[in-house]
């Protein structure tokens, strides 16, 4: 389904400037990204790591105008996800991969702030290198993989059509299963793709005021709410993640009543599994995020670090705080949807 110039451009926050990899000049979707972009600035340059990683950058000043860098990866094709990604669920060995780093989003609590010094976007323009990585990896054993886990792949699909490749691709390989995961309204444009059964569409849901409040860019909760509902009704596998849970004066009531709302509006038996956890980080990443960020109350809680067994150390709420958190959006959640569809992650 094409996408129009417009609507790219409602999608993609002001981009200041495109970079570009001499390797990655000859590749066709560089040509499509710079069709969509005519007014942006454009340089060539040696290899992405040389602005991407560049001394000196301040991550929340450039996602104002981020550039958009285009390059070819080489090396890190697929990455086991076994001590990072135990929300998706799945009974399988999970990988991730990053056919984009960084979002188009800008959630207060995101880890890519720690973890990246540039808020600018890395987009890897060589997508076929990745599959036959994922490919591979299939022909031994069947795999779950995230295609989303750095980035919302699905908010960039009016600028680069990867969502919809990728689940072609999964189509044609029964051991593949792939999830997209989206903050994202867009379903709508890979609405017709059919009912395809190797990909999972899980959106990521907040209650309308943490949504408004402090996942800024993102679509609001009734646009997601309304994509889960058009793609339950589509034939697809959704799931859903309220995570992180964030602890504000009024949490207790607003979740509750958030966790109403979504059972009003979509049908259970059409939610394959719902994973909930609380705001957990990294602590250097947190300490790195501190340092940055003075204007968001969320980053401030008296957090402490803890061991997370296989996922390592983990800043998060206090325990008491943390259970109590978790016993009140499970017993809320059981109220609408089966025990063995709940799944609580910490790591």
């Known amino acids: 389904m094409p996408h129009t110039e417009t609507e790219t451009r409602s999608v993609l926050p002001a981009v200041g400037r495109v970079y570009v990899e001499r ?29 991407f990683n560049r001394p000196g950058q301040h991550f929340q000043t450039q996602k104002h105008a ?11 094709l697929l990455y086991d996800g076994k001590s990072r990604v135990a929300s998706w669920g799945a009974n399988l060995p999970l990988y991730y991969n990053a056919p984009v780093r960084n979002c188009v989003y800008n959630c207060d609590y ?27 990896k299939a022909s031994v054993e069947p795999i779950f993989l995230s295609i989303s886990y750095l980035t919302d792949l699905l908010a960039l699909e009016p600028l680069l059509p990867i969502c919809e490749r990728w689940i072609s691709f999964a189509e044609t390989n029964d051991n593949l299963t792939i999830e997209i995961r989206t903050k994202s309204d867009l379903f709508r444009v890979i609405r017709h793709l059919g009912k395809p059964l190797n990909t999972v569409l899980s959106f990521s849901l907040s209650p309308d005021h943490i949504a408004r409040r402090y996942e800024r860019g993102c ?50 038996d ?50 008491d705080a943390r259970e109590e958190m978790k016993r009140v959006l499970e017993q809320e959640l059981l109220n609408h949807i089966a025990t063995e569809k709940i799944h609580f992650v910490h790591g």
């Not at 390797?23 to 602005?51: C, N």
Request: charged letters at 25%.
């Open 110 to 136: 995101c880890f890519l702030q720690g973890m990246h010094n540039s808020g600018n976007l890395v987009v890897y323009v060589n997508t076929e290198d990745f599959m036959a990585a994922a490919s591979r």
């Open 66 to 76: 981020p550039a958009l860098i285009l390059a070819v990866e080489k090396e890190n």
């Open 219 to 268: 679509a609001p909760l009734q646009g997601r709410l309304l994509a889960a509902r058009e793609a339950i009704r589509a034939g697809w596998r959704v799931r859903l993640c309220i995570d992180p849970i964030v602890r504000t004066a009024d949490w207790k009531r607003q979740y509750t009543e958030f966790v109403r709302e979504i059972f009003r509006r979509l049908p259970s």
């Open 270 to 319: 059409g939610i394959e599994e719902i994973s909930f956890g609380v705001v957990r980080l990294a602590p250097d990443f947190l300490k790195r995020i501190q340092l940055m960020r003075q204007d968001s109350d969320i980053l401030y809680f008296p957090f402490v670090t803890e061991e997370s067994g296989t996922y390592g150390k983990v800043s998060t709420y206090p325990a």
């Open 23 to 51: 390797d990655a000049l000859e590749y066709p979707d560089t040509e499509r990204i710079m069709e969509r972009l005519p007014d942006a600035p454009v340089q060539v340059i040696g290899h992405y790591k040389d602005i």
